[in-house]
């Protein structure tokens, strides 16, 4: 998952194989910046969003 913005600390919008995605987990936007990659964890909350 590819960071296309990231929205607090906690809360990542990220681009999972074409698809928009929020991911939400403890710290995970820490540090992160736009292309940065992110893992998917179990720990981590994707909220998906059809436009």
């Known amino acids: 998952m590819k960071v296309v913005q ?9 681009n999972n194989d074409g698809n928009e995605c ?3 987990g403890k710290g995970i936007g820490f540090g992160k910046k736009r292309g940065d990659v992110v ?4 720990s981590l909350s994707n909220n998906v969003g059809k436009e």
Not at 6 to 14: G, K, M, T, W
Not at 39 to 42: D, T
């Open 6 to 14: 990231s929205l607090n600390q906690n809360a990542l919008l990220v």
């Open 22 to 24: 929020i991911v939400v």
């Open 39 to 42: 893992e998917n964890k179990g």
